[in-house]
């Protein structure tokens, strides 16, 4: 059984476009994540959410919006997709935040290139 | 501001030869520091969370310990099939970034037979 999934994996659309990734775990975590990986492989948080708070890294424009519909999904919203928003982008979950280093589980990514 | 750094970038080993990869680290009050395993096309692996200095983890042929400042993957007569990038991350302390990992940039292992 897949722990935490992702679709698409790959994602090809032109600028301008809104599009949506999905995320699911299966592992009853508290926590959710998504992170960005650029060309360059650097992976950078995007967003943590769990049914309390949502904790939005400073640097992510306001065209990215994560949605919750309960705690085992977390999707990615993506308004007006520009260029440099082409990326893989992965979800992870942990079984909790705050106080404690839980180890976070990763999906297997969804490519998204933007024309 | 926190920081991870890996060294080095790639690193080519012959089957059998054994050698170490590393991972410094710049955070006030570290909370965990994590090795995953990435392999192309595919997501982080968790490998290791190691939480303070002196504490040592081991798994097949890859051992991983801690200091203050660093971080070590000790990786014992590799494999071909250790080819990978690997991913050192840490947790930073409470507050606007809790419970999220800062990533080092990678080491990308290739080891030939």
């Known amino acids: 059984d897949t722990a935490v999934s992702q679709t698409p994996k790959y994602l090809v659309t032109q600028m301008g476009n809104d599009k949506s990734i999905k995320c699911e775990q299966n592992l009853g975590h508290d926590t959710m994540y998504w992170y960005k990986q650029d060309s360059k492989k650097f992976l950078k948080i995007m967003f943590s959410?769990?049914?309390?708070?949502?904790?939005i890294n400073e640097t992510v424009p306001n065209r990215f919006s994560p949605k919750s519909p309960d705690k085992a999904h977390l999707n990615l919203h993506i308004n007006s997709l520009e260029l440099g928003d082409s990326a893989v982008y992965f979800c992870?979950?942990?079984?909790?935040?705050?106080?404690?280093?839980?180890?976070?589980?990763f999906g297997p990514g969804t490519r998204l290139t933007v024309l | 501001e926190d920081q991870v750094t890996q060294s080095p970038e790639a690193l080519r080993l012959q089957e059998g030869e054994s050698s170490s990869l590393n991972c410094s680290y710049t955070v006030s009050g570290l909370r965990g520091l994590f090795w995953y395993r990435q392999d192309p096309g595919k997501g982080p692996e968790f490998l290791f969370t190691l939480y303070s200095a002196g504490e040592e983890k081991e798994k097949e042929r890859l051992k991983a310990t801690l200091t203050k400042k660093e971080s070590f993957l000790h990786i014992t007569a590799p494999k071909p099939e250790d080819s990978a990038t690997y991913l050192c991350?840490?947790?930073?302390?409470?507050?606007?970034?809790?419970?999220?990992?800062?990533f080092g940039k990678g080491t990308k292992l290739s080891v030939k037979p």
């Open positions: 959410y769990n049914n309390k708070e949502l904790i």
């Open positions: 992870a979950s942990s079984p909790r935040t705050g106080g404690v280093s839980d180890t976070q589980y």
């Open positions: 991350a840490v947790q930073a302390p409470g507050g606007g970034s809790q419970g999220n990992l800062i």
